[in-house]
C-alpha cells in the first residue's frame, strides 16, 4: 500500500529553491479556498431529529494549509503543510507533513504541478500540464493535491470509521476532478468507512438566504436536507448536502455525506460522529484540531523565511507598499487589493 509521501515532493522543494531568490516580507497571507459553484436548492423545512449513538468508532479528519512567505524577483515563495487527525478509545492522534517550501516561477509552474500530479495520482504528464494553474492559483492547488492524497491514505488505512473532509464533495474543478474525488469515496467505501465532508463557508442560497441561516426553532442536534438540481457539467455533486446544527448555539454548516451511502447509514454516520467526537459550535473537534495543526503563525513564517535566507545564502528585503506610498493610512495594502 502506497502510504509514504512521495519523494518527489521533497526532492521538489528543494530543486525550487537552488534558484538565487529574493523575498518580500511584506504580505504575510493566508490563502482561502476558492468558493464553490453556486446552486439554487430546496431545503426540507422538517428537521431531521438526532440522537448521539454512542458506538466506538474511530473518527478521522484532514485539511491542509498553504502561505505565501515571499515574493521573488521570479515568482513567490509558498508554504504548505497538511495534518491527520484521529481519534479513538478517547484519544487524539495526530500526523502532521510539512512544511513544504517552494519557490514557484511563470517558468517552473507547469513542471512543479504536473510532477507532484504525477507522483500523487498517476496522471498523464500531457493532462497535468494542460490543467497547470497560474501562478496566483499555484499555492491553493499544490495545498489541494496534498489534501487530496491525504484523503485518500486515510480511506486506504482506517476501517469502519467515520472520515471527515474540510469543503464539499463537489467536485469536476480543475483542482478537484470527478475521478479523482469518486477513487477515494469508492476506496472510503471499500474499507466501510464513511465520508462526510464539512463546509465552513457555502454559497448555497434559498429565497436569497444561505441555507445555513435557515434555522428551524428546533432543539439541537438535527439535520435539514437540501435538494439540489443538478448542476451542468462539468460540475458534479457527489454527496447529498444537508444543513447540520449539532448543538445549542446557533451555527450551523453545510454538511455532504457520500451519495452512495444507504439513507439509513448516512443518518446514523451523523449520530455515531456525535456520539464518538467532541462537538462546539456545531463543528467536530476532529476536524477542528486537523486544521488548527496546520496552519501557519506568525512565528513560523519567520523561521521558514530565516531558513531559506540561510541555507540558500537569500537576502530578505522589503518590496515598496505602493497603496501606502500613494494612499497612506486610507491605503489598506496589497492583500487588500
Known amino acids: 500500500m502506497d502510504t509514504v509521501l512521495p519523494q518527489q515532493f521533497t526532492e521538489l522543494c528543494l530543486h525550487s ?15 482561502d479556498s476558492p468558493q464553490e459553484f453556486a446552486q439554487t436548492p430546496r431545503l426540507n423545512p422538517k428537521p431531521i431529529l438526532l440522537k448521539p449513538l454512542h458506538v466506538e468508532n474511530i473518527v478521522a479528519a484532514v485539511d491542509t494549509s498553504t502561505i505565501k512567505i515571499g515574493d521573488t524577483n521570479a515568482g513567490i515563495l509558498i508554504a504548505v503543510r497538511g495534518a491527520s487527525v484521529w481519534k479513538q478509545n478517547g484519544n487524539y492522534r495526530y500526523t502532521r507533513i510539512g512544511p513544504f517550501i517552494f519557490h514557484v516561477t511563470e517558468e517552473n509552474k507547469s513542471e512543479v504541478y504536473s510532477t507532484l500530479e504525477n507522483a500523487y495520482f498517476g496522471t498523464q ?26 484523503q485518500k491514505m486515510l480511506s486506504k488505512t482506517v476501517n469502519n470509521g467515520l472520515i471527515l473532509f474540510d469543503g464539499s464533495l463537489t467536485s469536476g474543478s480543475p483542482d478537484t476532478p470527478t475521478r479523482r474525488m469518486e477513487e477515494i469515496l469508492a476506496v472510503a467505501r471499500k474499507r466501510a468507512n464513511i465520508v462526510l465532508a464539512f463546509s465552513k463557508m457555502t454559497s448555497l442560497r434559498v429565497n436569497g438566504h444561505l441555507i445555513t441561516d435557515l434555522l428551524p426553532d428546533h432543539q439541537p442536534p438535527y439535520l435539514l436536507e ?54 462546539s459550535q456545531s463543528y467536530p473537534e476532529t476536524l477542528r484540531f486537523a486544521h488548527i495543526l496546520c496552519t501557519f503563525t506568525a512565528n513560523e513564517v519567520l523561521a521558514m523565511q530565516h531558513f531559506v535566507m540561510r541555507k540558500f545564502g537569500l537576502h530578505v528585503f522589503n518590496r515598496p507598499d505602493m497603496h501606502r506610498i500613494l494612499f497612506g493610512p486610507y491605503g489598506r495594502g496589497e492583500a487588500y487589493s
Open 17 to 31: 529553491l537552488k534558484h538565487r531568490i529574493q523575498l518580500n516580507q511584506h504580505n504575510i497571507q493566508q490563502v
Open 226 to 279: 437540501a435538494d439540489v438540481a443538478r448542476p451542468r457539467p462539468p460540475v458534479v455533486l457527489l454527496g447529498n448536502i444537508y444543513v447540520a446544527r449539532l448543538t445549542r448555539e446557533k451555527f450551523a454548516f453545510r454538511v455532504d455525506i457520500d451519495k452512495e451511502i444507504p439513507p439509513q447509514m448516512k443518518i446514523e454516520a451523523v449520530e455515531k460522529l456525535l456520539g464518538n467526537d467532541i462537538f
Open 125 to 150: 504528464k500531457g493532462s497535468s500540464r494542460q490543467n497547470a494553474p497560474n501562478l496566483l492559483q499555484t499555492p491553493t492547488r499544490i495545498a489541494t493535491l496534498l489534501e487530496r492524497w491525504l
